[in-house]
């Protein structure tokens, strides 16, 4: 085995190498500290300057003011933010606006509904989800609309979210997070696990907007009410150490990078040169997202049979690319080309695909 492959799992997924090798020190010995990141105490002055500059980074990345907004760093993943996003704002008698455009999407609402009413505001069932719906039945004065920016298991992008007025807006951002430049502060409060684009699995990132969390539920048991949470600066109870040190060295790379407009940059040239490819190439490897919708992380395709699919997904593996399997529920191919993924790996891809499409 080399010592690096190109890894294109959805998730957990590719990171950028230089933070696995930082890490790793991190992991032995924390800043000279004679300790591991993991045996000091979350109570530690160096462990809350290491945890106070990671959501300071996080907000600088998303230009957004910490009087407005509060970063917490929460454990259960992005699917405990299914139910705590209702738990905290379907009040009685109101209703949630839900954007059904994928299989994540519809976990969201089935939790919304042990709270109170959800209403379906758009829906791409009915082609297998491979669109993004651009236009939305609002509810008036609807609690909340919950959308989701990017579709993991069918590689669709949300590109313009609804217009809610003042209708808080909530995302699910798990697989596409911090790999766009978008306007923040359009949305009241947004949800990310780490693992498929910011970190490793074990924290949700939550970026929400201070003032609606004053009009949350009161009824809310402790730790699921994100009031807890925000009046400790995320550090009520003990919170995932190591996942959140590997967040802070992921948002220092996305600095260096140049910010979210040098990683969008970078991120719309891969997608481009694998999508432009497949294009040209479409008697044999068909993108099954509308193109209009396509993901730029997640590229899922077919190939004229599934026993060739099978086929590709091995010998892609022996070369050293790793992760190629569409998801369960939809079989085929499917890359992850995350903000970690570097050009090389989708120019290798391509190649793969060139060769094996030459011999079969
Ligand atoms: C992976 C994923 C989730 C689930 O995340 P967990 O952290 O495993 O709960 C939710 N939403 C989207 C869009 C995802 O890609």
């Known amino acids: 085995m080399p010592e690096r492959v190109?890894?294109?799992?959805?998730?957990?997924?590719?990171?950028?190498?230089?933070v696995i090798k930082e890490a790793a020190k991190g992991a032995v010995n924390f800043r000279n500290s004679g300790m591991s990141v993991m045996e000091i105490s979350h109570r530690s002055p160096l462990f809350d300057e290491m945890f106070k500059q990671a959501q300071k980074d996080m907000l600088e990345v998303m230009n957004l003011s910490q009087d407005d907004y509060a970063v917490l760093f929460l454990g259960g993943g992005a699917s405990t933010q299914f139910y705590?996003?209702?738990?905290?704002?379907?009040?009685?008698?109101?209703?949630?606006?839900y954007v059904i455009t994928g299989g994540w999407a519809k976990k969201a609402l089935k939790e919304a509904k042990y709270f109170g009413n959800a209403n379906i505001a758009a829906s791409s069932e009915d082609r297998n989800f491979c669109y993004v719906p651009k236009t939305f039945q609002l509810t008036p004065g609807a609690a909340y609309v919950h959308t989701t920016s990017n579709n993991t298991l069918v590689g669709t992008q949300m590109k313009n979210f609804p217009e809610t007025g003042d209708v808080p807006l909530v995302c699910d951002m798990s697989s596409d997070f911090l790999s766009r430049k978008l306007d923040f502060d359009r949305f009241s409060l947004i949800y990310a696990g780490a693992q498929k684009n910011i970190g490793p699995s074990?924290?949700?990132?939550?970026?929400?907007?201070?003032?609606w969390v004053e009009s949350a539920r009161e009824d809310v048991p402790t730790m699921p009410a994100y009031k807890t949470h925000v009046d400790k600066d995320s550090l009520f109870n003990t919170p995932p150490s190591f996942p959140v040190y590997v967040v802070g060295l992921v948002l220092k790379w996305i600095i260096e990078q140049g910010g979210l407009e040098a990683v969008e940059a970078a991120n719309d040239k891969k997608a481009a040169l694998l999508y432009d490819?497949?294009?040209?190439?479409?008697?044999?490897?068909?993108?099954?997202?509308d193109k209009d919708s396509r993901s730029l992380m997640n590229v899922t395709f077919r190939l004229p049979s599934e026993d060739l699919e099978k086929k590709f997904v091995a010998e892609s593996a022996a070369k050293n690319l790793?992760?190629?399997k569409g998801h369960r529920s939809v079989g085929?191919?499917?890359?992850?080309?995350?903000?970690?993924?570097?050009?090389?790996?989708?120019?290798?891809?391509?190649d793969f695909m060139k060769e094996f499409k030459r011999n079969n």
Not at 7 to 12: I, K, M
Not at 84 to 97: I, S
Not at 280 to 288: E, K, L, R, V
């Open 332 to 350: 085929g191919c499917r890359a992850s080309i995350y903000n970690a993924m570097p050009y090389e790996g989708v120019e290798a891809l391509v």
């Open 84 to 97: 705590t996003v209702p738990f905290n704002f379907l009040k009685e008698g109101m209703t949630a606006d």
């Open 6 to 18: 190109f890894n294109f799992y959805a998730g957990p997924a590719t990171l950028p190498y230089d």
């Open 202 to 211: 074990g924290v949700t990132a939550v970026v929400i907007r201070r003032s």
């Open 277 to 289: 490819y497949m294009d040209d190439n479409s008697d044999f490897y068909s993108g099954t997202a």
């Open 322 to 324: 790793i992760g190629l």
